[in-house]
């Protein structure tokens, strides 16, 4: 079963504009990643935010972390053609011991039009 | 340094074969574990592997099975192939403590 879940599950936008992509998760995790994957090739690490943190920042990305709320929030500012591709929230869950397991959403589908 | 590499890149099957897809991490990454990407179920993990042991078990049929070696390279099986086993197959490696896991480029999966 699906540990995140992704909103929207696809996102249009034009060149320039800033894409907000959301994800919602059900139990307490040990961090929240969020990987980029294009086109059926594997995917890309872009972001990590651990559950004592609720702001991250890498470049153009910004990541929040809301524990109370099971929610997290990718933001891509100042969007390229070259950011179209899905977006994967995954959540790092503690599966027994000192074992963690990584969990994905079923991802939104960006789209960036020139 | 090298990323995550996986063989073959892509496969055909007949039902009813079997499969082994290989998965060398990056250098110096004990963990490895493997996801099957399909259109309708998403990205469902498969196993994890640490120093040669399964640390972790994804909800998978015995038909699954994985191994890890002592050079942390990684091989999992799958065997009597059935049609929806089609699919991309990802592994990925990670170093130990709280760190993004890095992918290799899939193996596509056709059985037939």
């Known amino acids: 079963s699906q540990q995140g879940e992704e909103d929207p599950q696809a996102l249009s936008i034009q060149e320039g504009e800033n894409a907000t992509m959301n994800c919602s998760y059900k139990?307490?995790?040990?961090?929240l990643q969020w990987y980029r994957q294009n086109s059926g090739r594997g995917l890309v690490h872009l972001i990590l935010i651990r559950s004592n943190e609720r702001e991250k920042h890498s470049g153009r990305l910004r990541v929040t972390l809301d524990t109370s709320k099971k929610s997290s929030s990718l933001l891509i500012t100042a969007s390229r053609a070259a950011d179209t591709a899905s977006y994967f929230c995954a959540t790092e869950i503690r599966s027994g011991g000192s074992n963690y397991k990584l969990t994905f959403g079923k991802g939104t589908l960006l789209t960036v039009n020139p | 340094k090298a990323g995550v590499t996986q063989t073959p890149r892509y496969l055909i099957k007949t039902r009813g074969q079997q499969v082994t897809l290989s998965c060398s991490p990056i250098?110096?990454?004990?963990?490895v574990s493997w996801y099957q990407q399909t259109p309708g179920q998403g990205l469902q993990f498969l196993f994890e592997?640490?120093?040669?042991?399964?640390?972790n078990k994804g909800n998978f049929p015995g038909r699954f099975s994985g191994r890890q070696f002592s050079n942390s390279r990684s091989e999992m099986n799958v065997s009597t192939l059935e049609l929806g086993d089609s699919a991309l197959y990802l592994c990925?490696?990670?170093?130990?403590?709280?760190?993004?896991?890095?992918f290799g480029s899939g193996t596509r999966l056709t059985v037939v």
């Open positions: 592997y640490f120093s040669e042991t399964q640390r």
């Open positions: 139990t307490s995790i040990n961090n």
């Open positions: 990925a490696s990670r170093r130990q403590g709280s760190y993004g896991y890095t």
């Open positions: 250098s110096g990454h004990r963990s």
